[in-house]
């Protein structure tokens, strides 16, 4: 009996047969995607959106991948399905109007029969309903019979990118599990006897607004073969947990929690392929450097590392070990994805923080529950599930568990409609490419080649008009006061990339001017921003294209140094330091890095010490186009998740930095001047931002800053030099006269509270106080309550005081005795706190509570006597 074929294996034999067809083989690309329609790259195909949408031209007219993916918009299916996944590899072969549907075709089936060897009496094929051409193909070249060719429809088998754009149908080969069940019945939407595992798309028309459907000039195609699928085909498992692409990942984590994953019920199974699955998932996005967040792509990784501690609780692994786990992810992927290996510190620091500041979040999870029980009547809403489920990371299941002790319910179909709610937006807002783009462009991408750019070497060139856009509609004439966006054949301007702002300057004819404030690169065309300030313009005009030279010298030495910067981060801090983002402008510079601690104030300066010496020194730039192989051989710095073609521009100052960069750079770095560090600080998760300035702007920064210094010299009659010294006298006095109010405050609290006294009445064996104090603080006010409780012995005290405008502070302090009568302080006024508009809670003894409708204040203290009188008769 022959050993099944290793996931690597079915990757790599995959790879190869398309690269024997004269395919080149392409490495994936990041999970950050350069389409900015999605956060995530959500299918193989997305890195080639451009070349199907003939904006840009392909490098090779054949080319195959395995592509990380993540999909994350049924989440809830993963671990419950045999095959849903979050994380997964497509392997997928293309064509860039090279071959079509007859050769696609035949090496799909090849791949599928004789490489694979899967017996053809168990491949079934779709095609779409009214793709002749698709179906004669299956049965008369490869000999398939027509009752195993299903016709299904446009829902199934037509492909599109968008309301308008490229479309095709497409053609799907499926594996039957179960072939002694006979193939006169096929019935494709039983997912227990057929998995699809390899889609064809044939991309040959494009849809007009009209939906009327014309064929490309150029006709594509793009393939999509699941990885983990053929696995589980191939291997003969049940599902794709099972397969070795992610089983041992869950034997792993089983390992951690001392189960035997095949005597474990079915929740459990559920909980251990949701860990082999998302571990999977947050290794790669760690590694193409996304960090944990509460927005975009950042709350995804949190979201999905948080499912991973919780369905670890789920199963009794109490201590921390997403780290430990995260290892056997990246030993299964290391040869595929050698970064994961690279950035093993740096993914594990990620994961080890996250996980145990979840483990904050879980217990404030439980407090919040604690707050929604007591003041449930009959059940729990949805919303509040939800919040706790989403939010904290609570499982529904715990939710429900707790509730029934306290004799309560969940509000299921709520919190179910809180799902779909947010399952939608998910969908709606991540899970589509939108291949669809500017009328103007399309038809640009179409006739025209992409903008020359000439900025290396030119600040002035002479240009022509090829398109003009007022508010992203196509017109033949501007006049004068417009807004346009331009399109030139060449320009010196460069456009916002990597970081680096674009070019201002002016496009001027025999009348015309034109001020342009921005230019950005929409696919390989660079638009120019600005307004028509005289004249008028046409398509076809002949215009001068000059940049503003000081702005370019300013951003040119922001982004050298910006690279200085790098480098001596990487020699003075952390050698493992890698840019996380930057921003290039003409007055400052920022760049983003992964560090999980602050830089002490001695690291900042010997950072800005190393940077102006190497700007001192004067070393000379030296730029260089070659293959992006031999860029990385010799030592060139490529940011992550940054894609770059086969050639690639090195920026060079030897033995200081070398970095892959398209940007503008002075060619020197004396012509920098002056580099100043303006602040450091944390803006996520294990990223430090720097922000500084460079050249002219240097001076500006120290003249703001001197001329601040004299004022504050002035104004306090000290020398510059003795200011420090002057501030810190008056922070100490401020600060003992800040203690000094406060204690007087609390004096005053008490003397107050004291006259009191006399109010207090009695109620059965306690005695009650409830009363309202005037301009007392919450923690004075607290203070208050405790006093006046010890003096009045077994009974409850309930104050109310109005701090301020629009605010209520509240606060209720109860003796055991009260307790036992059933009365908790915390619960007790927070619903008292309701009536003015706010919330609160805390211990059964002790509890505050505050307010926004100060006029509510009376007739709730009324209530809390009322319900104090009701509740100690």
Not at 804 to 833: H, M, Y
Request: charge should be negative; include cysteine.
């Amino acid at each position: 009996m022959s050993t099944p074929l290793s996931g690597a294996h079915i990757r790599q034999q995959f790879l190869e047969f398309y690269a024997a067809k004269g395919h080149q083989i392409l490495p994936s690309a990041s999970l950050v995607p350069e389409d900015p329609t999605v956060l995530l790259t959500i299918a193989g195909m997305l890195p080639f959106k451009p070349i199907f949408l003939g904006q840009r031209s392909p490098e090779f007219p054949r080319a195959t991948t395995s592509q990380k993916c993540i999909r994350t918009n049924d989440i809830e299916n993963v671990g419950r399905t045999a095959r849903h996944h979050t994380f997964f590899e497509m392997l997928g072969n293309f064509s860039f109007g090279d071959y079509f549907k007859s050769q696609a075709i035949a090496w799909a089936w090849e791949l599928s029969t004789q490489i694979y060897q899967l017996p053809p009496e168990q491949l079934v094929v779709s095609v779409f309903e009214e793709d002749d051409e698709a179906f004669a193909i299956w049965r008369d070249e490869i000999g398939i019979p027509a009752h195993r060719i299903q016709r299904m429809g446009e829902k199934d088998n037509f492909w599109v990118s968008g309301p308008t754009g490229p479309c095709g149908p497409c053609s799907e080969i499926y594996y039957d599990f179960k072939p002694e069940l006979g193939d006169r019945m096929i019935d494709l939407e039983d997912d227990t006897r057929f998995i699809e595992f390899y889609n064809l798309v044939f991309m040959q028309y494009n849809r007009d607004v009209e939906g009327k459907l014309t064929p490309l000039q150029s006709q594509n195609i793009d393939t999509g073969l699941g990885l983990e699928r053929m696995a589980q085909i191939l291997q003969k498992k049940p599902n794709n947990y099972e397969t070795d692409l992610i089983f041992p990942i869950i034997q792993t984590a089983a390992k951690l929690a001392g189960i035997d994953y095949a005597k474990a019920d079915e929740a459990t199974q559920v909980s251990l392929k949701v860990i082999g699955d998302h571990i999977r998932a947050v290794v790669h996005m760690i590694t193409d450097g996304i960090t944990a967040s509460n927005e975009g792509r950042g709350y995804i990784l949190r979201r999905l590392l948080r499912r991973v501690v919780r369905h670890g609780r789920l199963i009794g692994i109490e201590q921390e070990f997403i780290p430990i786990v995260a290892e056997t992810a990246i030993a299964l992927s290391e040869s595929a994805y050698p970064n994961t290996r690279i950035r093993e510190a740096t993914i594990k620091t990620e994961l080890q923080r996250e996980e145990a500041r979840f483990g904050e979040t879980l217990e404030r999870g439980e407090k919040l529950l604690g707050d929604i029980l007591a003041q449930a009547t009959q059940q729990i809403s949805g919303q509040d599930a939800f919040i706790l489920y989403d939010t904290y990371g609570f499982p529904l299941e715990l939710t429900q568990e707790i509730a029934a002790e306290k004799g309560l319910e969940v509000d299921l179909k709520g919190f179910a409609a809180e799902m779909q709610a947010q399952r939608d937006r998910s969908r709606a807002a991540h899970e589509t490419i939108d291949l669809t783009v500017q009328e103007s462009l399309d038809q640009l991408a179409e006739d025209l080649h992409e903008t020359e750019f000439l900025g290396y070497t030119q600040a002035v060139s002479q240009s022509i008009i090829k398109l003009i856009l007022i508010e992203g509609k196509s017109v033949t004439t501007a006049e004068a006061g417009t807004l346009v966006q331009v399109i030139l054949d060449q320009t010196p301007f460069y456009a916002e990339s990597g970081g680096q702002m674009g070019d201002r300057g002016y496009l001027t004819g025999d009348t015309l001017l034109i001020r342009v404030e921005d230019v950005q690169k929409e696919s390989g065309f660079f638009v120019h921003h600005g307004r028509v300030e005289r004249g008028s313009l046409q398509v076809g005009d002949r215009v001068t294209a000059q940049i503003d030279l000081a702005c370019r010298r300013r951003v040119q030495a922001n982004h050298t140094a910006t690279h200085l910067l790098q480098a001596a981060l990487k020699k003075l801090v952390d050698a493992s330091i890698s840019q996380a983002g930057s921003l290039v402008a003409f007055d400052r510079l920022r760049f983003d890095f992964n560090y999980v601690q602050p830089l002490t104030p001695e690291q900042v300066q010997q950072v800005e010490d190393q940077v102006n010496t190497w700007i001192a020194e004067a070393h000379l730039a030296h730029i260089a186009v070659m293959p992006i192989a031999e860029a990385k051989a010799k030592g060139a710095i490529a940011m992550f998740g940054e894609k770059y073609g086969e050639a690639v521009r090195v920026l060079d100052f030897p033995g200081v930095s070398m970095e892959l960069c398209g940007g503008t750079h002075v060619s020197n770095t004396a012509e920098i001047g002056l580099f100043k560090i303006v602040s450091e600080a944390g803006v996520a998760a294990g990223i430090r931002r720097i922000e500084a300035v460079a050249g002219p702007s240097v001076l500006e920064y120290l003249n703001v800053r001197e001329s601040v210094v004299r004022d504050l010299s002035d104004r306090f009659k000290v020398k510059p030099e003795e200011l420090p010294d002057r501030i810190t006298n008056l922070q100490t006095e401020l600060k003992a006269t800040q203690k000094q109010l406060e204690t007087l405050k609390a004096q005053l609290a008490l003397a107050k509270a004291d006259s009191l006294l006399t109010q207090a009445t009695p109620i059965g064996n306690w005695k009650v106080l409830v009363a309202q104090m005037e301009g007392i603080d919450p923690e004075s006010l607290k203070t208050a309550a405790e006093t006046l409780l010890q003096k009045l012995g077994e009974g409850a005290v309930v104050l109310g005081s109005v701090p301020e405008t629009d605010k209520v502070s509240l606060v209720a302090a109860f003796s055991p005795s009260v307790n036992k009568q059933g009365l908790q302080a915390g619960k007790f006024i927070g619903a008292i706190a309701k009536l003015c508009g706010g919330g609160g809670g805390g211990r059964p003894n002790l509890a505050q509570a505050g307010g926004r409708d100060a006029s509510k204040l009376p007739s709730a203290l009324a209530e809390a006597r009322s319900q104090l009188e009701a509740g100690l008769q």
